[in-house]
């Protein structure tokens, strides 16, 4: 049974262009959460979707980042005009759903990560 | 501002020994609670999901104290395989996890 999957595992782009960041979530899984590590930083949230719906994208930047998650294929996070300061691993994670009052069904399992280099 | 506090260490510990980390979170209202380990530029995993007033797996114990808002993680009998990145992490709501900067603990011979 895979884990959550990410590609590229290692992205490198010059300032200015696209970086594109592809997620496929464990089998069994409709909800999906990007989170962003900095350098000597821990996690943070960035956006949860389901499939074809962006539930909470508080934690997205407001300009140049977008996120989907299509009826088919994996979740993509996308930023554009890249700068140095996107430099950062971004990690997704998948969960069965969601609870208010938690329990297994809120645990979120986590993929490799993609370490963006921004030169 | 919801934040989640823990103590950044390091912890340097023997082989054997008993080890323990606090977290404090600062939402009450939050529901879940859980610990995960980070080896250094990988991936979170999930270590323990702390329900109620805690649990216990093998040589982890995780409480949960939420009068005080803080959790405990408590590691018995220390293998230098247990040297990592604790990571204290609260869901305060659907979706969001909020995680701790994290705990290194490290384990030497």
């Known amino acids: 049974n895979a884990g959550v999957m990410q590609n590229p595992r290692h992205l490198v782009r010059r300032r200015g262009q696209e970086a594109r960041l592809r997620c496929s979530p464990m089998?069994?899984?409709?909800?999906v959460y990007w989170y962003r590590q900095l350098p000597e930083e821990g996690l943070k949230f960035m956006v949860y979707l389901q499939k074809e719906n962006i539930i909470d994208e508080s934690g997205m930047p407001k300009e140049r980042f977008s996120a989907e998650f299509p009826k088919e294929g994996p979740s993509i996070l996308r930023i554009q005009q890249v700068v140095r300061g996107d430099s950062a691993a971004y990690f997704c994670?998948?969960?069965?759903?969601?609870?208010?009052?938690?329990?297994?069904?809120?645990?979120?399992?986590f993929g490799p990560g993609t370490r963006l280099t921004v030169l | 501002r919801k934040e989640v506090e823990q103590d950044p260490g390091p912890f340097n510990v023997p082989e054997g020994a008993t080890v323990a980390f606090n977290c404090t979170y600062s939402n009450s209202a939050s529901q879940s609670f859980f610990w995960y380990r980070q080896d250094c530029r990988k991936e979170p995993k999930l270590l323990m999901s702390?329900?109620?007033s805690g649990n216990e797996d093998g040589r982890f114990t995780a409480q949960l104290n939420r009068a005080s808002q803080y959790i405990s993680l408590l590691i018995r009998d220390s293998k230098l395989s247990d040297s990592a990145t604790y990571l204290c992490?609260?869901?305060?709501?659907?979706?969001?996890?909020?995680f701790g900067k994290g705990t290194m603990l490290l384990v030497s011979p």
């Open positions: 992490v609260v869901n305060e709501g659907y979706s969001t996890l909020t």
């Open positions: 089998k069994g899984h409709s909800h």
């Open positions: 702390v329900y109620s």
């Open positions: 994670a998948s969960s069965p759903g969601t609870s208010e009052v938690g329990g297994p069904y809120n645990e979120q399992f």
